[in-house]
């Protein structure tokens, strides 16, 4: 079966720790992406990756990081210089194209402690 | 101004009506526009995908773009308890970065037996 999964499904932090959120794909797609969802704030863009080893800022980096050293593999990390995690977060991957769009993972809902 | 404006509801319907959402937006530069359907606690799916103006049908689904007006809209027939969810519109530039795929907020809709 070809998709994007994320895991895990939950996951709880106390303050003050960093976590890992891990995102893969098998689609073959060279971009991918990570957005945050809150309630009534619809998708937030966090980080962004158009090819292996490269990756950009969106909207509301701070207090995350990624890293991009396979294609199939997007984690993000959650520092604890974020100040309100707590959030559902969504992990997303597209093919280069200019009229490709994006397919999304079940997300990760995170809850700070 | 906000980019992209969608009504957030909730929308509550009678099963069997015809439901209407919508966007409006204000960027005149995005040409593709696409309806995502986003059930409780799961990841987006892709629903509909238009290039510039016109109407898209599938299924019980119809899209349709107004450029002059600037809006979107996603009719959905026969509607269903199923179609309960969710529905985020997105839309991108031509020639943009996936990185600039802007989203509405979405719009709850509810469907009863």
């Known amino acids: 079966d070809g998709g994007i999964t994320q895991s895990p499904k939950y996951l709880f932090r106390k303050e003050g720790q960093n976590v890992t959120l891990s995102c893969e794909q098998n689609?073959?797609?060279?971009?991918m992406y990570w957005y945050r969802q809150d309630p009534g704030q619809g998708l937030r863009l966090i980080y962004y990756?158009?090819?292996?080893?490269?990756?950009q800022k969106g909207d509301i980096a701070e207090g995350y990081s990624v890293s991009r050293e396979k294609k199939e593999s997007f984690p993000l990390t959650v520092t604890s210089a974020q100040k309100n995690p707590t959030a559902f977060y969504l992990c997303?991957?597209?093919?280069?194209?200019?009229?490709?769009?994006?397919?999304f993972g079940p997300g990760t809902r995170l809850t700070v402690l | 101004q906000k980019e992209v404006e969608q009504d957030p509801g909730p929308l509550s319907v009678p099963e069997g009506a015809i439901v209407s959402l919508n966007c409006t937006y204000s960027?005149?530069?995005?040409?593709?526009f696409m309806w995502y359907r986003q059930y409780s606690r799961k990841g987006p799916e892709l629903l509909m995908y238009?290039?510039?103006?016109g109407n898209k049908e599938d299924g019980r689904f119809t899209a349709q773009v107004d450029k002059s007006s600037k809006y979107i809209s996603l009719f959905i027939r026969d509607s269903q308890p199923s179609d309960s969810a969710t529905y985020l519109c997105?839309?991108?530039?031509?020639?943009?970065?996936?990185?600039?795929?802007?989203f509405g907020k979405g719009t709850k809709l509810s469907v009863k037996p």
């Open positions: 997105a839309m991108k530039e031509y020639g943009g970065s996936q990185g600039n795929l802007i």
């Open positions: 997303a991957s597209s093919r280069q194209g200019a009229g490709d769009t994006q397919y």
């Open positions: 689609l073959n797609h060279d971009a």
């Open positions: 960027n005149s530069a995005f040409q593709y």
């Open positions: 990756s158009q090819i292996v080893n490269d990756f």
């Open positions: 238009t290039y510039s103006s």
